[in-house]
């Protein structure tokens, strides 16, 4: 930032007065030379004024000129003796050009002067002003004096009779004409001053309010993005831009309808704001992996006129509290769903097994047609499957305590691959593969529970896998939890699908109860863990378990089995 302290402000008003005044000596002396050669010109008068004048003032304003710039590193600690030292070195100057050119009856007697009183009155003030006036009016009225009294040599045309009228003229009106310049030059220049401050003073508490103002938008943690009627984005403070995860230069003088809304959305939604006053709504952005919900309000931007220069929208992430919103509901649903099943379990379970129990009865008689022996069976065969899904149902409804111990999650991992890979639900057209990074690490948990994630979401990826395909089990530490991630190259799922994966008695396969996916929803929340799907129709699943960690890492390794 440039220095703008009063003395540096001095200094280069007074350079710049020197510069000016060495081009107009030397704009004034070259028009007269031109004169000079000029045809027809009167060269014994034109040779006068040139050495009587203008040489005189070029050589004196050169010689000043040096003096400014000999003396400028010296005195630049003090740049009001500096700018006196000008102002008098131009009055003896202008006194004997004067002098030359007439004396009293010189054109340039008062002219000149004026010019240095109302300079040193603008550099420096009131009283500086007075104090080169008055030094003018004795040098000019010293020289007035000593040419009338012949105490300073000339032609004897330009004295003047002391008892004349004329002579108290010539000195009183440069005298008040030198005091009312000085003091007319003061005055403004004081108004001048007083206004400057003043205005430096409001700059200063404009600058102040800017920056407290910045300060604010900045420390609000919601977003606050500004357009102008046309959509452009004027400005985004530092939470929007981490909101939307995006750089200033990506957003600033682009289109609001291209990067955080749609054409149509941004349209639909001015219209609306323009009859309502103010919009709120939500919008679903694609940022990433997972969608990201915006919640924001839409208003419009009033300039002090009351006229609309544009739209505020001020929007925050709400998709930690849809996803929480979410949870609470399916937790709200399987807890209700729970109760049921329980109820229904002790209802059916008693007469199921009094069913059961007669039917293998019946079965081991002898004399039974064929017909009845095959009813027989398949009323046995439907029990036992009902029996099962009521068991699966008392342990989606009372979960037995879950222990805590600390278990080796990788070892875990190994064993229960090595079984599902001699289990009959892993067939000649399915592979299973298997990598850990560490290959062990101590969690503390249930590993009962952890073992029904495994093999809940394992037969799940083989059901989707009908047709044959690779099953990917992962784990690897996080900074803050040790990830499971079982990927599969099956059917997929669609986004519906993905939205009641996890509700009981919601299942994608024929022969599925739903219950599985709820055991696991549930004995991941009793862990402190967290659960994540990635899918699409034809591209696969991936579902990702994350178990918080307690101890530090025992073998950094990494198997691939």
């Known amino acids: 930032m440039p220095d703008t302290s009063p003395s540096k402000s001095l200094e280069r008003h007074l350079f710049w007065y020197v510069v000016l005044r060495l081009i107009v000596a030397g704009t004034m002396v070259t028009v007269s030379v031109l004169l000079w050669l000029s ?38 600690r003090w740049p009001e003796v500096h700018a006196y030292l000008q102002c008098l070195t131009d009055l003896v100057v202008i006194t004997l050009v004067v002098y030359h050119s007439g004396g009293p009856t010189s054109p340039f007697a008062i002219t000149f002067y004026i010019v240095i009183i109302i300079v040193a009155s603008v550099l420096m003030g009131r009283k500086a002003g007075m104090m080169i006036a008055s030094i003018a009016f004795l040098l000019y009225g010293s020289m007035v004096v000593g040419v009338s009294l012949g105490w300073l040599p000339g032609d004897g045309s330009t004295a003047l009779d002391p008892r004349s009228t004329r002579f108290a003229y010539s000195l009183l009106v440069p005298l008040a004409g030198f ?48 357009t102008d009627l046309a959509g452009t984005i004027i ?62 309000t839409l208003s419009p931007l009033i300039n002090a006129e009351g006229a ?14 849809r996803k929480l919103e979410q949870e609470v509901r399916l937790q709200e649903r399987m807890a209700a769903v729970g109760s049921l099943a ?28 064929p017909r009845e022996s095959k009813l027989l069976d398949i009323v046995l065969k439907e029990s036992q499957r009902l029996d099962r899904t009521i068991k699966g149902f008392l342990r989606f409804a009372r979960p037995r305590d879950r222990s805590n111990s600390r278990f080796d999650v ?16 892993v067939r000649d057209h399915h592979r299973v593969e298997l990598s850990l990074a ?27 896998m009908a047709e044959g395909g690779t099953l990917s089990i992962e784990g690897h530490l996080d900074s803050t939890a040790y990830i499971v991630r079982f990927s599969d190259s099956g059917h997929g799922m669609t986004e519906k699908e993905q939205a009641t994966l996890f509700h009981p008695f919601h299942s994608s396969f024929d022969s599925g109860t739903g219950i599985g996916m709820a055991i696991v929803y549930r004995i991941v929340q009793e862990h402190g863990g967290e659960l994540q799907v990635k899918s699409s129709p034809g591209a696969g699943c991936t579902i990702t378990v994350s178990l918080p960690t307690i101890d530090d890492l025992l073998a950094p390794a990494t198997e691939t089995l």
């Open 39 to 76: 045809p027809g010109s009167d060269q014994l008068q034109a040779t006068e004024s040139i050495t009587g004048f203008f040489f005189p003032l070029l050589g004196g304003t050169s010689l000043a000129t040096l003096s400014f710039f000999a003396l400028r590193k010296p005195l630049r």
């Open 410 to 425: 990788g070892q875990l991992l190994r064993e229960n691959v090595e079984l599902l890979r001699n289990s009959p639900e």
């Open 179 to 226: 005091l009312g310049v000085a003091t007319l030059t003061s005055l403004l220049t004081a108004d001048k001053i007083s206004i400057a401050r003043e205005l430096e003073a409001k700059k200063v508490d404009l600058a102040d309010l800017q920056v407290v103002h910045q300060d604010v938008i900045e420390s609000i943690p919601s977003g606050i993005c500004t």
């Open 342 to 369: 329980a109820g229904l379990a002790h209802e059916i379970g008693n007469p199921l097994a009094a069913i059961s129990g007669s039917v293998q009865m019946l079965s081991a008689r002898t004399g039974l047609e």
């Open 308 to 321: 609309q220069r544009g739209s505020i929208v001020i929007f925050q992430d709400l998709t930690a509290w």
């Open 235 to 296: 400005t985004i403070n530092s939470a929007g831009l981490e909101i939307l995860n995006l750089q200033i230069e990506d957003l600033a003088g682009q289109p609001i309808q291209s990067t955080i809304f749609s054409s149509e959305q941004w349209e639909e939604f001015t219209a609306v704001q323009r009859d309502e006053g103010r919009l709120r709504s939500e919008v679903t952005l694609e940022n990433g992996e997972q969608p990201q919900h915006i919640g924001f």
């Open 438 to 464: 560490p290959a062990r690490f101590m969690l503390i948990g249930d590993p009962d529970q952890i073992s029904q994630i495994f093999w809940n979401l394992a037969r799940n990826a083989l059901k989707a």
